[in-house]
C-alpha cells in the first residue's frame, strides 16, 4: 500500500475547510499549520485571477526529513504515510532545513517538530484524512496509489498529462499530486510576496474575555 | 528562469503563512566556530609536532587543552539549540545512521574521549609517547568531526546553496583558517621563525583557498540553480551585503595581505593582527553564509 494525495486546483475555491479542519482533528496551535491554503493573485486589473494552492507535507518516498532526523522520530509507516514520534523528537531542526516544501515546522507548545501526518490516526480506523471529509467540492482526493482501482489512481490516469508534483527536480519523489497546477501555484519563486500575506502567523494567542 | 516572468504573471503571494525565519541562527554559526577552532588546532598540533618536535614540545598540553575547551564550547551550542535540549541522549539510544547529526555526535564523543585521554596522559603522566601515540587517532577522528557539519548541509535539501564538495572543503578550510590563527596566538613569541613561517603559510593559503570558493559560489553558483540566484541575491546587494564582505574581508583578504606582509618584514606583530582578523572574520563569514538559504520561501 502507498498512500497518497491529489489536488485538483481547478475545483479548489479557497474556502480554508481544509485548513481548519486539520486544524482542529489535530489541534495544531496557533500561529503554525500542518495545512494551509496559499493564495496568489495574478494578472493585472481588470483581467485579473485568484489562485487557490492548499499546501501539505508530500511524504516523499525518498524523504530528506525522514533521512536526516537523528533519532528516527520522522519514520515511514507500512502504508507510506511519513509519520512523527513527537515523544522521541529532540526538535533539532534538521527536518526543517531538509524539507523542500517548507512542510514542516516547529510546534511551540511541544517544542517538537510537527508535521502532517495523512492523518494517520484516522487511516488507522478506516477514517478518511479530516481535510478530505472537510472539502465542499471534492478537490482533495486521497488514497491507495498501488491500487489501480482506487479513486486517486483513477483520477492519474484519467489526467495524464497535467498530473504535477512540486520541486521535482529535487529527487524527493512525492507522493502528493496536483491536477491544474502550474509555475504559479507551486514554484514559490513564481511569485512576489508583498507585504502582510502572512499576517496570521503573527497571531500568537488570542485574547480571551476582551481584554 | 520563472523569477523572471513575475513582471509578465504579476503574481503576488497574498496569503500564505510566514517563512518560518531563522532556524538555525547564531547559536548554530557559534556551533561551526568553535568547533572550527576545536579540530583546527589539532591538524596545527599534529603537524608542529612531526615537522618541528623539538621547537614545538610546550604545545602538547595547551593543544589539548584548546581543543578540549571550544570542543565543549561546540557541544553546549550544540545541545541549546535543540528545542528538547534534555532528549539529547536519544541521539545515542535511538540513533540513525542516515543522519549526520546521529554520525557526527558519535564522532565528537570519541573525539571528546580521546582528548581528554590525552590530556590524562601529558597533565597527570607526563607521558609525551602516549600523547603522541593517541593524538594519531584523535586527528583521524577530527577529520570527520570537522566534516559532519558539511554532510547535514548537504542533507539539507531544501537550502540549495550549501553543495556537498563545496561545503566539505569549506569546514576543513575554516579549521585550518582557525587552527593555524589559535596557534599563532598561544605561541607567542615562543615559536622558532621557521615555525612562525609555517603557520603564516598554512593561515595564509587556508584564507586565499576558502576565498577562492566563496567567489567561485558567488559567480558560478546561480548557474547551478535558480534558488541559489535567489539567495545569493542577499549579499549581491541585499540585505546581508556588508555583513558578508566584513565576514570575507576579516577572514581571508586582511589575513591574506597580513601573512604577506608579515613573512616580508619577518614581522609576528602583524601575523596576530592577521590572526585576531581571521578568526573574527571566520564566524561573521560563516554566519551569513548559514542565515541566507533559511530566507528564501519554500512554498
Given at each position: 500500500m502507498q498512500l497518497g494525495f491529489l489536488v485538483d486546483l481547478r475545483l479548489c475555491m479557497g474556502c480554508k475547510g481544509c485548513e481548519i479542519a486539520c486544524k482542529v482533528e489535530n489541534e495544531v496551535p496557533l500561529s503554525t499549520w500542518r495545512l494551509?491554503?496559499?493564495?496568489?493573485?495574478?494578472?493585472?486589473?481588470?483581467?485579473?485571477?485568484?489562485?487557490?494552492?492548499?499546501?501539505?507535507?508530500?511524504?516523499?518516498?525518498?524523504?530528506?526529513c525522514e533521512r536526516i532526523c537523528p533519532v528516527s522520530a520522522l519514520h515511514y509507516l507500512e502504508n507510506g504515510i511519513v509519520n512523527i514520534d513527537k515523544e522521541r523528537c529532540i526538535g533539532c531542526a534538521g527536518c526543517v532545513m531538509a524539507c523542500p516544501y517548507g512542510a514542516i515546522y516547529i510546534d511551540p507548545q511541544t517544542q517538537t517538530a510537527d508535521k502532517c501526518t495523512y492523518c494517520a490516526h484516522r487511516i488507522a480506523s478506516a477514517m478518511m484524512p479530516s481535510c478530505v471529509v472537510a472539502c465542499p467540492v471534492e478537490a482533495n482526493i486521497f488514497g491507495d496509489l498501488d491500487d489501480p482501482m482506487s479513486s486517486i489512481s483513477k483520477y492519474i490516469q484519467s489526467h495524464q498529462g497535467n498530473v504535477q508534483v512540486r520541486k521535482p527536480e529535487k529527487g524527493t519523489f512525492?507522493?502528493?499530486?496536483y491536477v491544474g497546477g502550474g509555475n504559479v501555484t507551486l514554484n514559490p519563486l513564481a511569485s512576489f510576496r508583498g507585504?502582510?500575506?502572512?499576517?496570521?502567523?503573527n497571531l500568537k494567542h488570542l485574547p480571551i474575555g476582551g481584554h | 528562469m520563472v523569477h523572471e516572468t513575475i513582471a509578465a504573471t504579476n503574481a503576488v503571494v497574498v496569503l500564505d503563512v510566514a517563512l518560518p525565519g531563522i532556524v538555525w541562527g547564531w547559536i548554530i554559526t557559534m556551533n561551526m566556530w568553535a568547533k572550527s577552532i576545536g579540530t583546527?588546532?589539532?591538524?596545527?598540533?599534529?603537524?608542529?609536532?612531526?615537522?618541528?618536535?623539538?621547537?614545538?614540545?610546550?604545545?602538547?598540553?595547551?593543544?589539548?587543552?584548546?581543543?578540549?575547551?571550544?570542543?565543549h564550547i561546540f557541544l553546549f551550542f550544540t545541545v541549546i539549540d535543540l528545542h528538547q535540549m534534555f532528549r539529547f541522549w536519544h541521539i545515542f539510544f535511538y540513533p540513525h545512521l542516515t543522519s549526520a547529526i546521529t554520525i557526527g555526535a558519535w564522532m565528537a564523543t570519541g573525539f571528546v574521549g580521546l582528548l581528554l585521554a590525552m590530556a590524562?596522559?601529558?597533565?597527570?603522566?607526563?607521558?609525551?609517547?602516549?600523547?603522541d601515540k593517541l593524538l594519531g587517532w584523535t586527528v583521524l577522528l577530527a577529520v570527520p568531526v570537522t566534516l559532519y557539519t558539511a554532510g547535514l548541509m548537504a542533507q539539507s535539501t531544501a537550502r540549495e546553496?550549501?553543495?556537498m564538495p563545496t561545503e566539505s572543503a569549506q569546514m576543513i578550510l575554516a579549521a585550518l583558517l582557525a587552527g593555524s590563527a589559535t596557534m599563532i596566538l598561544l605561541g607567542g613569541n615562543k615559536f622558532s621563525d621557521a615555525v612562525k613561517k609555517d603557520l603564516?603559510?598554512?593561515?595564509?593559503?587556508?584564507?586565499?583557498?576558502?576565498?577562492?570558493?566563496?567567489?567561485?559560489?558567488?559567480?558560478?553558483g546561480p548557474m547551478k540553480a535558480e534558488e541559489v540566484a535567489a539567495v545569493l541575491h542577499y549579499i549581491k546587494g541585499g540585505e546581508y551585503t556588508v555583513m558578508f564582505w566584513i565576514g570575507q574581508v576579516m577572514a581571508f583578504i586582511v589575513p591574506m595581505v597580513?601573512?604577506?606582509?608579515?613573512?616580508?618584514?619577518?614581522?609576528?606583530?602583524?601575523?596576530?593582527?592577521?590572526?585576531?582578523?581571521?578568526?573574527?572574520?571566520?564566524?561573521?563569514?560563516?554566519?551569513v553564509w548559514l542565515v541566507i538559504p533559511q530566507l528564501l520561501p519554500m512554498s
Open positions: 494551509r491554503v496559499k493564495y496568489v493573485d495574478v494578472g493585472t486589473f481588470p483581467e485579473t485571477k485568484r489562485t487557490f494552492t492548499p499546501l501539505r507535507c508530500n511524504h516523499c518516498a525518498n524523504a530528506p512525492p507522493h502528493h499530486y507585504e502582510g500575506h502572512n499576517l496570521f502567523n | 583546527g588546532i589539532i591538524f596545527l598540533g599534529f603537524y608542529l609536532l612531526k615537522k618541528h618536535p623539538e621547537q614545538t614540545g610546550f604545545i602538547r598540553f595547551p593543544v589539548v587543552a584548546i581543543s578540549i575547551v571550544f570542543i590524562y596522559f601529558i597533565y597527570m603522566k607526563k607521558d609525551e609517547a602516549m600523547y546553496l550549501w553543495q603564516a603559510v598554512v593561515l595564509g593559503l587556508a584564507a586565499a583557498a576558502a576565498f577562492i570558493l566563496y567567489m567561485a559560489e558567488i559567480i558560478f597580513l601573512v604577506c606582509l608579515s613573512l616580508k618584514n619577518q614581522s609576528y606583530y602583524l601575523l596576530k593582527i592577521a590572526a585576531v582578523s581571521a578568526l573574527i572574520g571566520l564566524w561573521v563569514s560563516k554566519h
